[in-house]
C-alpha cells in the first residue's frame, strides 16, 4: 500500500510540475512500480513489512529470482547510459555547461581546466557504471556510485 501511494503521488506531481522535469525523477517512478509488481517486500531484512512478518523463532532466507535483481539493474543501467549519450555533444565535451556554473574567483584558467575536468569525469563515470554492476567484483563500486 505504502508503495502504491508513493507511486501514484510521486508521479503525479513529476508529470504536472514539468518545471522539474529531471531522468532521476522518471527512474524514481519506474523503481516505484518495480518495488510494486515485484516480492521486494519478502527479501529484505529492513523492509518494514519483513520485520512485522518475521516469524518468532529462527530467522529464514529466501532467495531472490534473479529477473527482480536483473531488472534494478538494468533500470539503472539505462538510465546512466542515457545520460552519458545524452552528454555526448559539443558542448559537454569542451566543459561549458559546467564552466558556466563555476564561481568567477578562481580565474578564467582553472575555471576551465575544472569545467571540462568535470564534465569529461561526469561523462567516463555514466559511461563505467552500469558495466560495474554486472561484474561481481567491482558491484560494490559500482553501486557506490
Known amino acids: 500500500l505504502s508503495c502504491l501511494t508513493f507511486l ?3 508521479t503525479w506531481q513529476w508529470m ?5 522535469w529531471n531522468n532521476h525523477f522518471y527512474l524514481t517512478s519506474l523503481l516505484a512500480l518495480c518495488f510494486l509488481v515485484t516480492d521486494a517486500h519478502h527479501f529484505g531484512t529492513l523492509s518494514l513489512d519483513c520485520l512485522r512478518r518475521r516469524p518468532r523463532r529462527k530467522a529464514y532466507i529466501v532467495p531472490v529470482p534473479y529477473w527482480h535483481l536483473f531488472l ?5 543501467s539505462v ?12 558542448d559537454w565535451v ?9 564561481q568567477d574567483d578562481i580565474g578564467d584558467f582553472w575555471k576551465y581546466v575544472m569545467g571540462l575536468a568535470m ?23 559500482g553501486l557506490a556510485g
Do not use: Q
Open 119 to 141: 564534465c569529461w569525469g561526469g561523462l567516463v563515470f555514466d559511461l563505467v557504471v552500469p558495466f560495474l554492476l554486472y561484474h561481481p567484483g567491482w558491484r560494490e563500486l
Open 16 to 20: 504536472f510540475d514539468t518545471s522539474t
Open 94 to 102: 569542451r566543459g561549458w555547461p559546467l564552466w558556466t556554473w563555476i
Open 8 to 10: 501514484v503521488f510521486f
Open 72 to 76: 534494478f539493474k538494468f533500470l539503472i
Open 79 to 90: 538510465v546512466y547510459l542515457w545520460g552519458a549519450v545524452a552528454k555526448m555533444n559539443y
